[in-house]
């Protein structure tokens, strides 16, 4: 069951980086070779790079991070019933008990919902309203975000099935200690210095140069990352124990 959860996800992974460098090269050859386009290469490039799956990408996650408070708060539930909290032998759980495992659950993962609720209330209209259209750049590289994902979902599928001491935890673990960097980290720097670029502008004047509120947007986002990269070097310092120590894990963000 582990390796079949495992070979699922690695397929996802490779589909996902076959389908969308194959929709961009199709777009871009058939922006050059349509009859009534024949573009250049340049402008096919800039033209299939801003179409309309940005925008539809974005309205179609959003339900991923609703579903995923719940999903998260269902992990937590029967977490909670295996420890022996709930009813007696098993049955259902005693009166109050389902507010106080609520309480629970957005206490210990009160960054994470929050997260998401920022995700669906505030990013959401920013990004298919507000914008109206423009920062197809921008909105793809904070898309990139989601690069790391698949490497914390597996490591945690890795942990429930005691696969700890495995090469490929370790490998994987490594993979994600670098996407989580390049992908969530060093990603805003990057947007700065892309702007800075375009702009004309270096890269320390740019926090000076554009309006305060995209640079606090810009800073609470970052903020949760930190944090979490923080839990991931932890867990990754583990896994260099010597050996007789107990199994290493893998700190990892629940996103």
């Known amino acids: 069951m ?23 090269t199709l777009l871009c050859w058939g922006l050059q070779t349509h009859p009534n386009l024949r573009m250049e290469r340049p402008e096919a490039v800039l033209v299939a790079s801003k179409h309309w799956l940005s925008s539809a990408y974005t309205q179609f996650a959003v339900p991923y991070f609703i579903y995923d408070i719940y999903a998260m708060f269902l992990c937590h539930w029967h977490k909670h019933q295996v420890k022996g909290h709930g009813g007696d032998e098993g049955g259902p ?20 919902v929050l997260h998401h609720a920022v995700m669906v209330l505030v990013c959401f209209p920013l990004s298919v309203v507000w914008r109206q259209g423009k920062g197809d750049f921008f909105l793809g590289c904070l898309l990139m975000a989601e690069v790391s994902t698949p490497f914390v979902c597996l490591g945690k599928i890795l942990i429930q ?19 989580f960097l390049c992908c969530r980290v060093l ?28 640079n606090l947007g810009a800073a609470l986002l970052l903020a949760p990352q930190l944090y979490w990269f923080f839990l991931i070097c932890r867990g990754a310092c583990r896994l260099f124990r010597p050996r007789g120590s107990p199994p290493p894990s893998l700190d990892q963000p629940q996103d």
């Open 187 to 214: 990603l805003f720097p990057y947007l700065y210095w892309a702007y800075g670029r375009h702009a004309g502008l270096p890269l320390l004047a740019v926090p000076l140069a554009i309006p305060a509120h995209i």
């Open 2 to 24: 582990a390796l079949d959860s495992q070979a699922g996800m690695i397929l996802l992974f490779g589909l996902g980086c076959i389908f969308f460098p194959a929709i961009f």
């Open 93 to 112: 759980p005693a009166p109050g008990s389902t507010w106080a495992v609520v309480r629970g659950y957005l206490y210990k993962e009160f960054l994470m």
């Open 161 to 179: 099935y005691k696969q700890q001491h495995t090469l490929l935890h370790k490998v994987n673990g490594a993979l994600m200690l670098l996407s």
